[in-house]
């Protein structure tokens, strides 16, 4: 008789600049949630993104509006980790310092979406946060597999099916299929600065946080 899998404690990161958080993040993190049954899904803002300009709204803020949104929510969690520290945000080290949290026996992922993913290899050691956790990609409207180039490599070479995340606590790059929403912090930025309403890209509460901190006018 085949032995019984083994199946790990699993939590799952959702990284992301959330300037501001919207639909697109909080559905993909729920739906994320329920189809690999996570154990722990947290947001987490970064402090200064390293691959952007700077965000729009403070730290301080993006913090508040993911606490705002998730409040109903007991599935998702905001982690602020990120925010503590005055630096820049690398995902190598954070998931270099949630695995000596946790301990090596839980299924940790990082999750990106795939505009994210097609950049990977100008992360800060990016072909080793594969030795800590595993990759979570998720698809976007607009945005292909990445069919050359190191990430198409990369991908080529972990890919794994979405059972590796009960079995193993690192090492693999899956690809659920979640429902796509073509929301983009971008977006809502740009109807705020023209004055149109971004209401329904994110929740109700979020708009009026918007609104009445009179952000991104
Ligand atoms: P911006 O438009 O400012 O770049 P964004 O909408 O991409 O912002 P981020 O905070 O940069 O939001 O995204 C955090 C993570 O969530 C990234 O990995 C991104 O790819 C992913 N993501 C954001 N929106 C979606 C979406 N609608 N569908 C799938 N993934 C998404």
Redesign the pocket.
């Known amino acids: 008789m085949a032995a019984p899998q083994k199946v790990l404690r699993k939590e799952a990161i959702?990284?992301?600049?959330?300037?501001p958080i919207?639909n697109?993040?909080l559905r993909?993190a729920l739906e994320l949630q329920h189809a690999l049954q996570l154990d722990r899904m947290s947001l987490m803002p970064c402090h200064r993104p390293v691959h952007?300009d700077n965000p729009g709204a403070s730290a301080q803020a993006r913090a508040e509006m993911v606490r705002l949104a998730i409040a109903d929510c007991p599935q998702l969690e905001l982690d602020e980790r990120e925010l503590r520290q005055d630096r820049p945000s690398y995902t190598f080290d954070t998931l270099q310092d949630i695995r000596g949290e946790i301990g090596p026996d839980v299924s940790l992922s990082w999750?990106?979406?795939?505009?994210?993913f097609i950049h990977l290899s100008s992360w800060h050691r990016w072909q080793e946060l594969l030795d800590l956790a595993h990759l979570i990609v998720?698809?976007?409207?607009g945005y292909r597999l990445p069919e050359q180039g190191a990430e198409a490599e990369f991908l080529q070479t972990h890919r794994a099916p979405l059972a590796a995340l009960d079995t193993t606590p690192q090492g693999a790059i899956v690809l659920p299929a979640l429902s796509?929403?073509?929301?983009?912090?971008?977006?809502i930025?740009q109807q705020l600065a023209q004055g149109l309403s971004p209401r329904y890209l994110l929740p109700d509460n979020i708009c009026d946080y918007l609104v009445d901190n009179r952000l991104y006018r």
């Open positions: 959702l990284g992301g600049t959330f300037d919207h697109g993040h993909l952007r999750v990106v979406g795939m505009d994210a998720i698809g976007r409207p796509m929403l073509d929301i983009s912090a971008t977006a930025r």
